[in-house]
């Protein structure tokens, strides 16, 4: 009988792990497929794509991307989009952790309020400040401008960014800021000397979390930008849905390369992600 129900018990466990591992394998593939058709229909002519869009590229050509750049202005939006990530995600790291030292380490009668003041923020949707931000930024000239997009990018992620910060650093020993303090280290020199080192694994993750936003942000970028100049890559994908709506592989191309930065940033750093939710807890023990 005491075998029969180990028994029983294998097999309904190797019939859960099958199960689990179908689901899944399912699962993958309705992600990924989306991905993998729309990489080889960029390659298609238009006649193969209306012809039958599921097939495999007969005649690949890289005319859609070189259209793409040309017709679509990618270029241009792509290298707006480069520097309002990069400017952006660094500001917001330095900010948030300074920010993060200040309210976890530094006891003031102030810090409460003003943490606070920063979780707010995190409920706040941006279609609630949208049209008084528009407002405020077209009075003090800073509507269609790079400064404009990057002050408005670092303002709406550094909520989430301080919260992360503050809770990490908040896991770090008092102890190593009291003994920095008793060899005569100032804030400035503690904070760059042990509090930076330390929180390489949630500053990876603000900046996962931050690029992540700011290279696919659409409607700020869309609402404040109105020249070529410095409008962003989302909305010269979404230029596509208009003039050039026809011209599919263009619109497959322009998606590829909107797209294949940040599966590649993930790709790299998505283990950060766990890591630095789950350091913190990993200092304290």
Not at 114 to 124: A, T
Not at 217 to 238: N, Q, Y
Request: charged share 15%; aromatic share 16%; with cysteine.
């Amino acid at each position: 009988m005491y075998e029969d129900t180990l028994n029983t018990r294998k097999e309904r466990n190797i019939f859960n792990r099958f199960l689990i591992y179908m689901i899944f394998i399912i699962f993958a593939i309705l992600t990924l497929y989306p991905l993998i058709w729309l990489f080889y229909s960029s390659f298609k002519p238009q006649l193969e794509i209306i012809r039958d869009s599921f097939a495999l590229p007969q005649d690949p050509t890289f005319s859609n991307y070189t259209q793409a750049i040309i017709k679509g202005k990618l270029n241009i939006y792509a290298i707006n989009s480069i520097i309002y990530t990069f400017v952006s995600t660094g500001l917001v790291i330095i900010f948030s952790m300074m920010a993060s030292f200040a309210f976890a380490k530094i006891k003031n009668r102030a810090t409460p309020f003003l943490y606070n003041s920063f979780l707010i923020g995190l409920l706040i949707t941006i279609q609630a400040i949208l049209i008084p931000l528009f407002i405020s930024m077209t009075r003090i000239g800073l509507r269609d401008t790079r400064i404009g997009i990057i002050f408005i990018y670092v303002a709406i992620n550094l909520p989430l960014a301080v919260y992360l910060g503050t809770e990490f650093v908040k896991a770090i020993p008092d102890s190593l800021i009291e003994s920095a303090q008793i060899d005569g280290a100032s804030y400035f020199r503690i904070f760059f000397k042990i509090i930076l080192p330390m929180c390489k694994p949630v500053m990876v993750t603000i900046l996962i979390f931050t690029a992540l936003a700011c290279w696919n942000e659409f409607m700020l970028a869309l609402v404040f930008t109105s020249s070529d100049s410095v409008r962003s890559l989302p909305v010269g994908i979404f230029s596509f849905s208009g003039p050039l709506a026809t011209e599919y592989g263009m619109q497959f191309a322009a998606l590829v390369i909107g797209m294949t930065p940040m599966i590649l940033l993930y790709t790299i750093f998505h283990r950060q992600i766990t890591r630095g939710f789950a350091a913190g807890g990993a200092i304290k023990g």
